[in-house]
Nanobody
Framework: QVQLVESGGGLVQAGGSLRLSCAAS????????MGWYRQAPGKQRELVAI???????NYADSVKGRFTISRDSAKNTQYLQMNSLKPEDTAVYYC?????????????WGQGTQVTVSA
C-alpha cells in the first residue's frame, strides 16, 4: 500500500501564490508518475498537472504558465507551485500517484486539500 499526504492548501487572494506538497510513503513501490487533480463544486475532477519518473510533465491548458509541477525523487515527494492564482482555481486539489508494486501498477489518491482564491 502507498499512502499520500498532502499539505499546503489554504486561502489566498487573486494574484497570490500557494505551494502544494505531497509525500508518498509505503513499502516495495516505485513511482511511475505523480500529479495533481482538482475538483470544484458541481464539476468533474480534472487533471491539473502530472510529472513522470523521467521528469516529463504535462499541464492543463488553464494553468500553463502559472503552475509548475516538480518532484524530489529521493523523498518521493511532489510539489505544485501555483502562481497568479485566479478565483476559478478554487477547488479541492488531490494528489495522485501511479506506482509499480511488484509486477502491478496501482493508482493512489490523497485525501485532498482545499485551495480557495478570493477575488
Amino acid at each position: 500500500q502507498v499512502q499520500l499526504v498532502e499539505s499546503g492548501g489554504g486561502l489566498v487572494q487573486a494574484g497570490g501564490s500557494l505551494r502544494l506538497s505531497c509525500a508518498a510513503s509505503g513499502s516495495d513501490f516505485s513511482i511511475k508518475a505523480m500529479g495533481w487533480y482538482r475538483q470544484a463544486p458541481g464539476k468533474q475532477r480534472e487533471l491539473v498537472a502530472i510529472i513522470t519518473s523521467g521528469d516529463s510533465s504535462n499541464y492543463a491548458d488553464s494553468v500553463k504558465g502559472r503552475f509548475t509541477i516538480s518532484r524530489d525523487s529521493a523523498k518521493n515527494t511532489q510539489y505544485l507551485q501555483m502562481n497568479s492564482l485566479k478565483p476559478e482555481d478554487t477547488a479541492v486539489y488531490y494528489c495522485y500517484c501511479n506506482a509499480l508494486r511488484h509486477i502491478y501498477t496501482f493508482q493512489y489518491w490523497g485525501q485532498g486539500t482545499q485551495v480557495t482564491v478570493s477575488a
